[in-house]
Nanobody, 123 residues
Framework: QVQLVESGGGLVQAGGSLRLSCAASGSFFSINNMSWYRQAPGKQRELVASVTSGGTTNYADDVKGRFTVSRDNTKNTVYLQMNSLKPEDTATYYC?????????????????WGQGTQVTVSS
C-alpha cells in the first residue's frame, strides 16, 4: 500500500501565498507522475498541475504564472507553491501519485490519492 500525507492548506487573503506538500511512503519501487487536483463545492475535480519523474511540468491555464509544482525525489514529496492567490482558487486540493509496485510476481503502475487539504482564499 501507499500512504500520502498532505499538508500546507489554510486560510489566506487574496494576493497571498501558500505551499502545499504531499509526501508518499510505502512499498513502491518508483514514482512516476505526481499531480495536484482541486475540487470546489459543486464542481468537478480538476487538474491543477503535474510533474513527471523527469521533471516535466504541466499546468492548468488559470494557474500558469502563479503556481509552481516541484518534486523532491529523495523525499518522495511533491510541492505546490501557490502565489497571487485568488478567491476562485478556494477548493480542496488533492495530490495524486502514480507508482510502480510489485504484487507477487506481477509489477504494474497504480495511482493513489491524498486525503485532501483545504485552501480558502478570502477577498
Amino acid at each position: 500500500q501507499v500512504q500520502l500525507v498532505e499538508s500546507g492548506g489554510g486560510l489566506v487573503q487574496a494576493g497571498g501565498s501558500l505551499r502545499l506538500s504531499c509526501a508518499a511512503s510505502g512499498s513502491f519501487f518508483s514514482i512516476n507522475n505526481m499531480s495536484w487536483y482541486r475540487q470546489a463545492p459543486g464542481k468537478q475535480r480538476e487538474l491543477v498541475a503535474s510533474v513527471t519523474s523527469g521533471g516535466t511540468t504541466n499546468y492548468a491555464d488559470d494557474v500558469k504564472g502563479r503556481f509552481t509544482v516541484s518534486r523532491d525525489n529523495t523525499k518522495n514529496t511533491v510541492y505546490l507553491q501557490m502565489n497571487s492567490l485568488k478567491p476562485e482558487d478556494t477548493a480542496t486540493y488533492y495530490c495524486k501519485v502514480i507508482v510502480g509496485m510489485s504484487r507477487g510476481n506481477y509489477a504494474s503502475t497504480y495511482q493513489y490519492w491524498g486525503q485532501g487539504t483545504q485552501v480558502t482564499v478570502s477577498s
